[in-house]
């Protein structure tokens, strides 16, 4: 079975805390994702990467960095966390082809007090 | 960029109704995808679509693309409670490696 882990599935953190959230995945893809969820906003593409220390931003960078130093993992930090950062956060990966589906983790619940 | 705008944004069903789901794209679709999440989990990969007119169906959950690739419906034929969640439509975009999605249809189906 394939599979997306997200190292936690809920999270809560101290405003102005620099917070990791760490995903891996098996299948040897290239690309990896982070995105956020909110009601009534779907999801909001972070950062992806392409390859192994490779990244672009997404839609909403700000607040938000990333490291990706070995391809299996894509990490999403947030470097003094806030309280609108409040969110449940996806990670996401996919091979290179562009006919392929992604495959997503279980999602991480983060509050940030 | 690429917008994909879904409708209705919540639905609620009595069990045994059908439904649809539409997602419109503000562009050409290249690739289609559908997924389905239970509230608070990751997403469930449901199809994906890349000819116009093409239509696929898993169990009873059926997705069409239209002729101009601008437009994908998902309908869910005698609905049970194991259908509720969120659906999501998305479609890769840039230079395919991106995939943006649209803002999800919550669905609640009463017994």
């Known amino acids: 079975d394939v599979k997306v882990t997200q190292s936690s599935r809920y999270l809560v953190k101290r405003t102005g805390e620099k917070v990791f959230l760490e995903c891996v995945q098996d299948m040897d893809h290239e690309n990896m994702f982070w995105y956020r969820q909110d009601p009534g906003l779907g999801l909001r593409l972070i950062y992806f990467s392409y390859d192994v220390k490779m990244k672009e931003k997404g839609d909403i960078p700000e607040g938000y960095s990333v490291s990706r130093e070995k391809k299996e993992r894509f990490s999403l930090i947030l470097e003094s966390a806030s309280t609108n950062q409040t969110s449940m956060y996806l990670c996401?990966?996919?091979?290179?082809?562009?006919?392929?589906?992604?495959?997503f983790g279980q999602g991480t619940r983060l509050t940030v007090v | 960029s690429q917008e994909l705008e879904q409708s209705p944004q919540s639905l609620i069903v009595q069990e045994g109704k059908n439904l649809t789901i539409n997602c419109t794209s503000s562009?050409?679709?290249?690739?289609l995808y559908w997924y389905k999440q239970k509230y608070g989990e990751g997403l469930i990969f449901l199809m994906m679509?890349?000819?116009?007119?093409e239509e696929k169906s898993h169990e009873k959950i059926t997705a069409k693309l239209d002729e101009k690739k601008q437009q994908s419906s998902l309908h869910i034929t005698a609905s049970q409670p194991s259908h509720a969640g969120i659906y999501l439509c998305g479609a890769p975009t840039g230079a395919g490696n991106m995939l943006t999605f649209g803002g999800g249809t919550r669905l609640m189906v009463k017994p």
């Open positions: 679509l890349q000819k116009g007119g």
């Open positions: 996401a990966s996919r091979t290179l082809r562009y006919d392929t589906e992604a495959f």
């Open positions: 562009k050409t679709l290249y690739g």
